[in-house]
């Protein structure tokens, strides 16, 4: 009997063949790796240059001062030095992923902060309250930046550098010239500078591991039985594994006793880190598995193509300047909490640059379309990373700021090589 496909379907069947290719491959580890491999020949680095940042500048200083960097005082330091610049990036990730800027960011954190400050200081509300005004500030800048980027069509440098102008202004107003406002309240104070129990931290590293693996496993075997491509059953092992080691030996690290004194006991994991892990979730959840974050990734990469397949692009780019200066408003609190008071520079200076550099240096392309939460993260911990080691050295302020600005040169640089090989290579 003949086995000829007929000329009619002998198109449709090498079709399918090429655009199932990769559900007709190998699912070992091996064609694992060299899949991951011929990814990064094409420029597909994600976070590999920031977590191999952190491991060299982590051998670096321990190297240089071993009997410092690594103490578990200097590590909880570390943590809580990277939390409002880590925040700040993670609400520029989104902005970034349009491939626009918001340079107002910073100076958005500041005006939260003192829309905090005064509410609980002179105005003797609750925390709540306070909280809820600054954050509902923080979205109404967003709210105007992005029409004024969306509907008004000014491009955003400009309407976000006339903003980083003015809010400063207002931050001015609210504090007044030369002063500083306190805070004092409690529960603001402890999100920066008080650690949670013990064994709530051991519980809820438990907790996330087994629940990363379980997620990871289900995926897996729903891939499986559904006959998708699915990775190798080792790497979700080993994935999971390096997530669950991370997150016990830093709850054990952060656990010992790190107090000067034997008459005081300070030990456990910050607050403040399990409000940026709670953060990171619901973002990373956002951008990957809800149909606004792909609207995002198809908005960030073409926005005419996302027009025309019936993406409201105009509500996307309000929404992300609304997320951003919304999670820049969580920055600013927690700076308040760090500094226990708020003052007219808020915000200001180098803030809005550290936290531009942590998303690049993290993985986030500056071109957009390319990018994810964690890359914050990863970049606020090189950035605080490399100040914490400097200054242990002794090394001059000038220096700090010199060297701060060639790593994310270079970051922005393996940004820039990264897109012209995703172009020679057709992805």
């Not at 091996?30 to 680095?45: F, V």
């Not at 559904?226 to 690290?253: E, F, K, N, Y």
């Not at 193509?305 to 780019?317: E, L, P």
Request: glycine letters at 12%; hydrophobic letters at 55%.
């Amino acid at each position: 009997m003949s086995t000829e496909i007929p000329e009619g379907k002998e198109t449709a069947v090498s079709m399918a063949k090429s655009d199932f290719a990769i559900d007709l491959g190998r699912h070992d580890l091996r064609a694992a790796l060299q899949d991951y491999w011929g990814r990064l020949r094409a420029g597909e680095l994600g976070a590999l240059p920031a977590a191999l940042g952190l491991i060299s500048l982590i051998v670096l200083f321990t190297a240089i001062k071993p009997d410092t960097f690594l103490s578990n005082t200097n590590i909880a330091n570390l943590f809580t030095q990277a939390l409002p610049i880590s925040l700040l990036a993670m609400g520029l990730v989104f902005v970034l992923l349009l491939g626009e800027i918001d340079l107002s960011a910073g100076v958005t954190s500041g005006v939260a902060a003192a829309v905090l400050a005064k509410l609980l200081t002179d105005a003797g509300y609750a925390w709540p309250v306070a909280v809820i005004s600054a954050l509902a500030a923080g979205i109404v800048l967003g709210a105007v930046i992005g029409w004024l980027v969306a509907v008004v069509r000014i491009p955003s440098f400009v309407v976000t550098l006339a903003f980083f102008l003015g809010l400063q202004g207002v931050i001015l107003w609210l504090i007044g010239e030369g002063g500083t406002v306190a805070v004092r309240d409690d529960v603001i104070v402890a999100l920066a500078n008080r650690n949670m129990p013990i064994w709530l931290g051991w519980t809820l590293a438990a907790a996330c591991s087994a629940g990363y693996a379980g997620l990871q496993l289900l995926r897996w075997r729903r891939q499986r039985s559904a006959g998708l491509h699915s990775r190798p059953l080792q790497l979700v092992l080993l994935q999971a594994g390096a997530i669950a080691a991370a997150l016990l030996i830093g709850t054990a690290v952060l656990s010992v006793d790190r107090a000067p004194s034997p008459l005081a006991v300070v030990a456990g994991v910050p607050w403040g880190v399990l409000l940026v892990g709670v953060l990171l979730i619901g973002c990373t959840f956002v951008l990957t598995r809800t149909p606004f974050g792909r609207h995002v990734y198809a908005v960030g990469g073409n926005a005419e193509a996302a027009r025309r397949a019936g993406i409201n692009v105009t509500r996307i780019r309000i929404s992300v300047f609304m997320i951003g200066s919304g999670l820049a408003a969580v920055s600013g609190i927690v700076a308040a909490s760090r500094l226990m008071s708020v003052n007219t520079a808020a915000g200001g200076g180098d803030t809005l640059l550290y936290a531009v550099g942590a998303a690049v240096i993290g993985g986030t392309s500056l071109f957009g379309g390319r990018g994810k939460a964690r890359d914050a993260i990863l970049g606020g911990l090189v950035i605080a990373m490399i100040q914490n080691g400097l200054g242990l050295i002794g090394t001059s302020a000038y220096l700090t700021l010199l060297i701060t600005g060639i790593v994310l040169l270079f970051a922005a640089s393996i940004d820039a090589l990264a897109r012209r090989r995703r172009g020679s290579t057709g992805r």
